[in-house]
């Protein structure tokens, strides 16, 4: 039998706990949450947990989880939530990092760049929440992953990528926030795709500005040496 989001969404819950009480490693509880989000199928879900009380009855009395449609789910775990912070400075995210459900993004002259294409999302819909002056964010994630952007800019902008062809139940990130003399950027990447060089295009537009700068000059130098030459032609 086909599983269904709120399924899938179970299991993460339950895999979120084994981490917390160390029943688990940070790195099989990522191979896990991955494989939680490829599964189509309860037969599937079922193996990620059988060594994990609460998947069954290995261990008494351990709580059982409800895979099937027609029972009742136990309760979800509180959200948990982190922080990225960048004040006069930058921070980044990169390669393989947990998602959590819920990440608040906060910079004041400053930058993040969040790159969400190896990161492990703990469930299928997460939440990022902006909150940024005179500063930016720059976010990568890979093809299949819908992007749903909420957030307000003042005096600032948005630059989104156009959606793919999604599955019903593609991977979703929701933006949410405040952008006040920022930007948010998104762009859509391959894993394997290699970085814009920002350093090189950033140092080829000082070189352009400089070199209209110079000619300017020149032209200004020019422009004087017509003009005292002119009375002496009278």
Known sequence: MRASDADRDRVSD?????????????EEHAERIDAVYRAKTY??????????????????????VRLRKDEPALPHPAPQSTAIVAV????????????????TITCVFGGVE???RQAVLTQREV???????????????????RVVNSSVAVFGGHSLPDDD???????????????????????RREPDAPRPDRRAAHTEHVR???????????????????????????
Do not use: Y
Request: charged share 30%.
């Open 88 to 103: 006069f400075g930058a921070a980044e995210r990169k390669g393989r990092w947990l998602v959590e459900p819920q990440t």
């Open 127 to 145: 939440g990022l929440t902006i909150s940024c002056v005179f500063g930016g964010v720059e976010i990568t994630v890979p093809p299949g992953v």
């Open 114 to 116: 969040l790159d969400l």
């Open 14 to 26: 339950t895999l979120r706990e084994a981490l917390a009480e160390g029943r688990i490693t940070p």
């Open 43 to 64: 037969s599937e879900l079922e193996p990620l947990l059988s060594d994990l009380p609460g998947a069954g009855d290995a261990v008494p009395g351990a709580p059982k």
């Open 208 to 234: 352009g500005i400089r070199d209209s700068h110079r000619r300017h000059l020149e032209d200004l130098r020019h422009d004087r040496r017509e003009q005292r030459r002119s009375p002496r032609d009278h």
């Open 165 to 187: 062809p999604l599955e019903p139940d593609a991977p979703v990130i929701k933006l949410s926030g405040m952008v006040l003399f920022g930007g948010v950027n998104v762009t």
